[in-house]
């Protein structure tokens, strides 16, 4: 089943729809180190939707060439890294899937210049929560002047 959401206005849509997520599994999130999430929206998501702090999927201080910046946009292999760490660290019985409910995507990445997870990699995240039965929510006001940069 392929669901998608256009939410126009910002906050109060937002936190709504990951109310309907966290109420199907009682658990966390997972996103970007840089989401404004985390450095614009004061833990709202603790506040007023009673989730846990998110895991925060990062390749912080790796220089990216194919972008010119030391913080590249999270990529497939950055899903997978925070996956297969919390396998490592036993969480949940081994389980990872079993910890994140949801995973945040800013597209573009409005801290780091408006850089965009490559296409592929986005569709490579997308099935690989598929399968894991994980929530996938692309979130972006910019999302349309986004796909300019997609081709």
Same mark, same amino acid.
Not at 6 to 16: A, G, N, P, R
Not at 94 to 108: C, G, Q, R
């Given at each position: 089943?392929?669901?998608?959401?256009?939410?126009?206005? @910002?906050?109060?849509? %937002? /936190?709504?729809?990951?109310? =309907?997520?966290?109420?199907?599994?009682?658990? +966390?999130?997972?996103?970007?180190?840089?989401?404004?999430?985390?450095?614009?929206?004061?833990?709202?998501?603790?506040?007023?939707?009673?989730?846990?702090?998110?895991?925060?999927?990062?390749?912080?201080?790796?220089?990216?060439?194919?972008?010119?910046?030391?913080?590249?946009?999270?990529?497939?292999?950055?899903?997978?890294?925070?996956? @297969?760490?919390?396998? %490592? /660290?036993?969480?949940?019985? =081994?389980?990872?899937?079993?910890?994140?409910? +949801?995973?945040?995507?800013?597209?573009?990445?409005?801290?780091?210049?408006?850089?965009?997870?490559?296409?592929?990699?986005?569709?490579?995240?997308?099935?690989?929560?598929?399968?894991?039965?994980?929530?996938?929510?692309?979130?972006?006001?910019?999302?349309?002047?986004?796909?300019?940069?997609?081709?």
């Amino acid at each position: 089943q392929n669901i998608a959401l256009l939410i126009h206005s @910002k906050q109060k849509q %937002q /936190q709504q729809q990951q109310q =309907d997520l966290k109420s199907q599994q009682d658990v +966390t999130f997972a996103c970007h180190h840089t989401s404004h999430l985390l450095l614009h929206e004061h833990d709202a998501f603790t506040h007023l939707l009673q989730m846990k702090k998110p895991l925060i999927i990062s390749t912080a201080n790796e220089y990216d060439k194919t972008n010119g910046i030391h913080v590249p946009p999270a990529r497939f292999e950055d899903v997978m890294h925070t996956f @297969k760490s919390l396998e %490592q /660290q036993g969480e949940d019985n =081994d389980d990872a899937t079993k910890v994140i409910s +949801t995973l945040i995507l800013e597209l573009p990445h409005r801290e780091i210049g408006g850089k965009c997870t490559p296409w592929d990699d986005v569709l490579q995240i997308k099935q690989f929560l598929k399968d894991q039965n994980i929530a996938f929510h692309c979130d972006g006001a910019r999302l349309v002047e986004a796909a300019a940069g997609y081709g």
